[in-house]
């Protein structure tokens, strides 16, 4: 990952609470091609899957959120165990964080940095 600003170690998953699924509102896309596998995973006929659990944004898919205290989390997050229950089966979006073309933007940093402990500025590494 040369073109970013900083490394990942992703051991600092495990303690952290699912930072990156939750906080402010937004969008978790997925292709129809990981949709239909959430829905495998979870054995929900696709069409109930579909309507319990995304929705529409233009011409893209996201999962929806729920409600956590004031802020959002991705309607898969397990509030209690502060985890991904679909960890396996998770969207590429989810699997590519940190690493998201809007954090090449160095104006975007100071929030990553201050929101994942897993992220170390590669200069802070040197
Ligand atoms: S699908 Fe899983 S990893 Fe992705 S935002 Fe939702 S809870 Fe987090």
């Known amino acids: 990952m040369k073109d970013f600003a900083f490394d990942f170690d992703s051991k600092a998953c495990a303690d952290c ?3 990156c699924c939750t906080g402010e509102s937004g969008y978790i896309f997925a292709s129809i091609k990981e949709l239909e596998e959430i829905a495998d995973f979870l054995k929900i006929p696709f069409e109930d899957f579909l309507l319990r659990y995304v929705k529409k944004v233009g011409y893209r898919f996201s999962l ?3 409600k956590m205290g004031t802020e959002y989390a991705c309607i898969f997050f397990d509030t209690q165990n502060k985890n991904c229950s679909i960890y396996d089966v998770r969207p590429k979006q989810c699997r590519d964080f940190p690493f998201w073309k809007a954090y090449l ?3 975007n940093l100071p929030q990553l940095f201050k929101e994942c402990k897993g992220v ?3 200069d802070d590494l040197e």
């Open 105 to 107: 933007d160095p104006q």
């Open 64 to 66: 929806i959120e729920q």
């Open 120 to 122: 170390k500025r590669r």
């Open 17 to 19: 609470g699912g930072k």
